[in-house]
């Protein structure tokens, strides 16, 4: 039979076993307990997830900027790709074309020599009429073929840029005539006015009505005539004026030829381009219509006061 020696470290080995089950039965039950909770998770861990990073691994060391805003890029798009333009806002764009008294309704380039009148555009203004005579006035034509001709007011007249132009003027009434400038008609004549020969107004209303609202627009009308040049009274080869005559479309330039080129020659308020010093008088001209088109003209004698028909014409617009 064992000693009594032998059984009291048996009672405490017990005893420290049984402790040890008891403490591993407390530890379970605890975890279990701790596992059942909301969250699944010890609360300090879900807090330390939301106020850190979260649990996945991040794909970069730092926050994904923002999307360009209006970018049409796909996500994908490497740094070097072009962004797509920002829309225009309402303040960026131009401001609707104006109706009838001012912007032209095609575009710009249309005839990038045109003066204040320009072509595709309808001017609001007045009509009012004068005894036009033969038809000459401030451009220097002479007398007219016909007296369906008008003085065009001063602002518009722009140093007789609006010389030799075809006009369409329609009234209210629904009446229209197409007149040529051939005249000015001086302040207070304001911009938009025209001043027709009685025999146009008449097409438009009774000479009684004096004055009358009228829309007008720039005209290219059809022709079978070709233009003429005229070289002006005491024209030399030191001094010449050289006037175009019968254009269809209203004349931005009249060039010399020299040694060097072609020289442009200043347009005077009575429809005349000088050279004051005679380069050119009696050689090569060219012409340029306020849509660009140039015609070249050779064998003009220098005979002053001659009109010399030519045998070409602008193209009508």
Same mark, same amino acid.
């Given at each position: ?72 890029? *796909? @996500?994908? /798009?490497?740094? $070097? %790709?072009? +962004?797509? #333009? !920002?829309?225009? =806002? &309402?303040?960026?764009?131009? *401001? @609707?074309? /104006?109706?009838? $008294? %001012?912007? +032209?309704? #095609? !575009?710009?380039? =249309? &005839? ?19 005894? &036009? ?185």
């Amino acid at each position: 039979m064992a000693s009594a020696s032998h059984r009291r470290p048996l009672r405490k080995r017990r005893t420290a076993l049984v402790w040890a089950v008891a403490v591993a039965a407390a530890g379970l039950l605890v975890s279990l307990v701790i596992a059942l909770r909301p969250g699944g998770e010890p609360e300090t861990v879900r807090t330390a997830t939301g106020s850190t990073r979260p649990s996945a691994p991040p794909t970069s060391d730092g926050p994904t900027p923002p999307a360009p805003k209006h970018s049409t890029a *796909s @996500p994908s /798009a490497s740094a $070097s %790709s072009t +962004p797509a #333009p !920002a829309p225009t =806002t &309402a303040s960026a764009r131009p *401001s @609707p074309a /104006a109706t009838k $008294s %001012s912007a +032209p309704r #095609p !575009a710009s380039g =249309t &005839a990038p020599l045109a003066g204040r009148i320009r072509p595709g555009t309808d001017y609001d203004g007045v009509a009012t009429h004068y005894d &036009a005579k033969d038809g000459d006035g401030a451009c220097l034509y002479g007398p007219s073929p016909d007296l369906m001709v008008a003085a065009m007011n001063h602002t518009d007249y722009e140093t007789s840029r609006a010389c030799g132009a075809y006009i369409l003027v329609r009234a209210a009434s629904g009446a229209s005539v197409t007149v040529r400038v051939t005249n000015e008609c001086p302040l207070p004549c304001a911009p938009g006015q025209l001043d027709l020969s009685k025999e146009a107004f008449a097409k438009l209303a009774g000479l009684s009505a004096g004055r009358i609202p009228v829309t007008w627009s720039l005209l290219s009308p059809g022709t079978s005539e070709t233009l003429s040049i005229r070289y002006k009274t005491g024209s030399s080869s030191h001094w010449c004026g050289i006037q175009a005559l019968g254009h269809r479309n209203p004349l931005a330039r009249l060039e010399v030829r020299t040694g060097s080129g072609w020289s442009r020659l200043t347009r005077t308020e009575y429809n005349y381009f000088l050279s004051p010093d005679g380069t050119g008088c009696g050689g090569p001209l060219r012409l340029t219509d306020i849509y660009g088109e140039q015609l070249t003209v050779d064998g003009i004698a220098l005979r002053p006061d001659v009109v010399q028909p030519t045998r070409v014409q602008f193209t009508r617009r």
